[in-house]
């Protein structure tokens, strides 16, 4: 649900949701008790309500705190990631340009084909939380089996090849640590802990009573309205994959990378066949 919620609204439409219907909520269930119980408007029970209250609120706060902070670094970690297997696979481009042509060609063809399918095969598997090696696996062993099959003659070459088997380590590792930051969401216990403190913090500000009701309202509509947006901040950050706020395909189509996204349609078709070790 939160997946669907995120790939199909906006976080504008998700804030007004969020934040809006929390205060709205709140508003309403502080007039509707001070209607049934008018004792509470004249405060008979405010020190004790003031203390719970700030009691609550500051183990409420160390909570949220603890895991928009936690979901903030997660989300800053796989843009790193991402950011960091792209760079390895444009190097592998760079490096392959010492190597005779046919081995090239390989090694052009199969990042060629790797960076089509984490974009337009994995992307969509990741915002929709059923991610997968998918295509990339056979252009991946595509790449390896043209370094692999291709010996270095001159220190010149030996080095690049080094650099290019190096990079092309680092990839895998990064894809492997990119699909399991997409398979990662919030732990249950952390997630009643951020939204059921909300329903008991909430309506601990109803029985703070105050003689105006507008005063009373701002202060609930206040609370809740900081409440709602931390939520939302949860819910947001918590699929970095998914929704306005997530980790971008970018660097795939960028720097070195960006030749494979300029060329014709019938070129990249080509690309996309899996190459034999003999080819």
């Known amino acids: 649900m939160s997946l669907w919620l995120l790939n199909h609204f906006s976080t504008f439409t998700l804030a007004v949701g969020v934040v809006g219907g929390t205060v709205l909520l709140s508003v309403g269930g502080s007039v509707l008790l001070r209607r049934r119980y ?6 008979e029970h405010n ?7 700030g009691m609550f609120g500051a183990i409420y706060g160390i909570i949220l705190a603890f895991v928009i902070v936690t ?44 960076v089509h399918a984490v974009v337009e095969d994995q992307w969509p ?19 390896f089996q043209a370094l692999q099959d291709y010996d ?15 990079r092309l380590n680092d990839v895998a590792s990064q894809r492997r640590a990119r699909i399991t930051m997409a398979r990662q969401e919030l732990p249950p216990l952390l997630q009643v802990l951020a939204f059921g403190g909300a329903l008991v913090l909430v309506p601990l500000t109803f029985l703070y009573g105050m003689r105006k009701l507008r005063v009373q309202l701002l202060f609930v509509a206040s609370v809740a309205g900081l409440v709602g947006f931390s939520l ?19 660097p795939y189509r960028e720097g070195a990378l960006a030749q494979y996204w300029n060329r014709g349609a019938g070129d990249v078709g080509a690309e996309h066949q899996p190459l034999k070790s003999g080819e």
């Open 71 to 114: 979901l903030w670094t997660q989300l800053e970690d796989t843009q790193t990631i991402v950011a960091t297997e792209a760079t390895d696979a444009a190097l592998i481009t760079r490096d392959a340009a010492a190597f005779p042509a046919p081995v090239r060609a390989r090694l052009d063809s199969a990042v060629s084909g790797y």
């Open 47 to 53: 020190d004790m309500v003031g203390v719970t209250l």
């Open 152 to 166: 270095p003659k001159s220190p010149s070459k030996q080095v690049f090849y080094e650099e290019a088997v190096t």
């Open 232 to 250: 939302l901040l949860v819910f947001v950050l918590d699929r970095p994959f998914a929704g306005e706020l997530s980790v971008s395909p970018a």
């Open 38 to 43: 008018p004792s509470v408007a004249r405060g």
């Open 125 to 143: 598997r990741m915002r929709a939380g059923d991610p997968s090696y998918g295509a990339t696996e056979t252009h991946l062993r595509a790449a």
